[in-house]
Nanobody, 123 residues
Framework: QVQLVESGGGLVQAGASLRLSCAAS????????MGWFRQAPGKEREFVAA????????YYADSVKGRFTISGDNAKRTWSLQMNNLKPEDTAVYYC????????????????WGQGTQVTVSS
């Protein structure tokens, strides 16, 4: 069983930057796509970004394109989400996730999840 642990959340002002990281441990790590999702209070969890583990292809939600960048380190089994120019509407609990499906961007395709890290952006 693969365990995922996020780090890097916090409270920042609008326009600031944060970097979230996710580390995978345990199990046989053969995931094809690593992703980030977020859930704001009272809303459904939504896709934020994903990266193909082997080819490095990246995918982004329209709401974060140009502001967020996902990257991964295969050797270290970690991936990160660099978030720039944060907005109050980015406030949410952010979850990292792993999928054995290539090019996955929907929640049901991700079988392993972290516990979540809170990101709060004040105006």
């Amino acid at each position: 069983q693969v365990q995922l642990v996020e780090s890097g959340g916090g409270l920042v002002q609008a326009g600031a930057s944060l970097r979230l990281s996710c580390a995978a441990s345990g199990g046989t790590f053969s995931s094809y796509t690593m992703g980030w999702f977020r859930q704001a209070p009272g809303k459904e969890r939504e896709f934020v970004a994903a990266i193909g583990w082997r080819a490095g292809n990246t995918y982004y939600a329209d709401s974060v394109k140009g502001r967020f960048t996902i990257s991964g380190d295969n050797a270290k089994r970690t991936w990160s989400l660099q978030m720039n120019n944060l907005k109050p509407e980015d406030t949410a609990v952010y979850y990292c996730a792993a999928s054995i499906a290539p090019r996955a961007t929907i929640q049901s395709a991700f079988g392993s999840w972290g516990q979540g890290t809170q990101v709060t952006v004040s105006s």
